[in-house]
């Protein structure tokens, strides 16, 4: 597990998206997360992201992930408001509660 390199390519990602280059920003984000599985904000970037392309399943393994992985999603975890953005992500998968 490469963490600082993750994280170069988390901020690589957010430049690219910056910039609307949505394949590169998912390409480093999928790359970042190989590198540090346990990276959250790469994971619910790239469920935004995948959302966003209409790939609504790997949208939803990311915030499965998340949720699994991070505890509850009432705030028993932070991370400059990470668990808020997966949230949302996930009720708008599953705006029943299915």
Not at 5 to 26: F, T, V
Not at 69 to 94: C, Q, W, Y
């Amino acid at each position: 597990m490469d963490t600082e390199q993750a994280k170069n390519r988390l901020e690589q990602a957010k430049e690219a998206l910056q910039h609307g280059d949505l394949i590169n920003g998912l390409a480093q984000l999928t790359q970042a997360i190989v590198e540090d599985p346990a990276l959250a904000e790469a994971r619910v970037l790239r469920a935004e992201i995948l959302l966003k392309m209409g790939n609504v399943k790997g949208a939803q393994e990311d915030c499965t992930w998340l949720m699994e992985h991070m505890g509850d999603l009432t705030g028993n975890f932070t991370a400059e408001g990470v668990e808020h953005r997966a949230k949302k992500i996930f009720s708008s998968l599953n705006p029943h509660g299915l």
